[in-house]
């Protein structure tokens, strides 16, 4: 369920400058048969739906993980019965995404939510061993009989900011902080330049990759490099609130990602694309 649908409803909608949020697709979810109706009529009277997250980075990241586990929360407290249990700081790496994700199935959990991109082969991996296990990978896309995946379109969003971030580069360079050059991230890229384009047909997005999700010394280093070549504006597909800083500290304007990033720097954060977990792991 995103926020908008169409090019002309987000230039008509009302634009908080703040905060432009993307539904994660609530839809997606009734599609896997794991709503809350279904979920729990599978589920033994009397027994709790248990359903384990296996996340990237910290809860405490302020960007990603720390969304999903939002939603994660959101999800304890609107369904009924249900309990949840989390691991943090796993690795794309397949043996240690297999180690969590087969542990939470050894546990007997019921669904398991695996949220990042490279988690994908361990997650296939192990899914057809436990067959009355229910899987989600998040930025996936492959699936399987037991294995759905999930997302939103961030993109519409993103497409907002750009053009937000068009209208306030002076001269007309705006900087990208990005995480791996994986679907979801060029995505982002290209529907948050396209917006930015819209706003001033010249202007032009300069991207530097760190190739990693969360880092952030390296992120704010990356943000640092685009100021130094003359930025007006830096956005990101990062998990910290780092290039956000940066910005701040260097009387720049920024765009943040995930979650609403103006709190840790109010006097460069124009607005974000913001995650609502909670609309997926809770709605059918």
Known sequence: MALYRTAEELFTARINRRTLAAGAGAAALAAT???????????????????????????????????HDQG?????????????????NIPELQADAERAIRGYAEEGYNV???TSFGYGPAVLAVAPQYPDIQFIHIS????????????????EARYVTGYVAGRMAETGSIGYVAALPIPEVLRG???????????????????????TWYDPQLESSAAQSLIDLGVDV?????????????????????????VDMSAQAPEAVLTSAVWNWGSYYTMA
């Open 234 to 258: 830096i956005a990101q597909h990062q998990d910290t609130t780092g290039p956000q800083q940066v910005a701040e500290a260097a009387g720049k304007y920024s765009v943040g990602y995930n």
């Open 140 to 155: 996936g896309y492959q699936t399987a009989e037991n294995v759905s995946t999930g997302f939103g379109k961030i993109e």
């Open 189 to 211: 890229i290209n529907a948050f330049t396209l917006g930015a384009q819209v706003a001033n047909p010249e202007v032009t997005v300069q991207v530097v990759w760190t190739n």
């Open 33 to 67: 048969g794991l709503g809350r109706a279904s979920a729990q009529d599978s589920t033994p009277v009397g027994d709790p739906l248990r359903v384990a997250f296996v996340y990237i980075g910290p809860v405490g990241d302020l960007g990603w993980t720390y969304a």
């Open 112 to 114: 398991i939510i695996a």
């Open 72 to 88: 994660r929360l959101a999800m304890a407290e609107a369904v009924p019965n249900v309990e949840t249990a989390y691991i943090e």
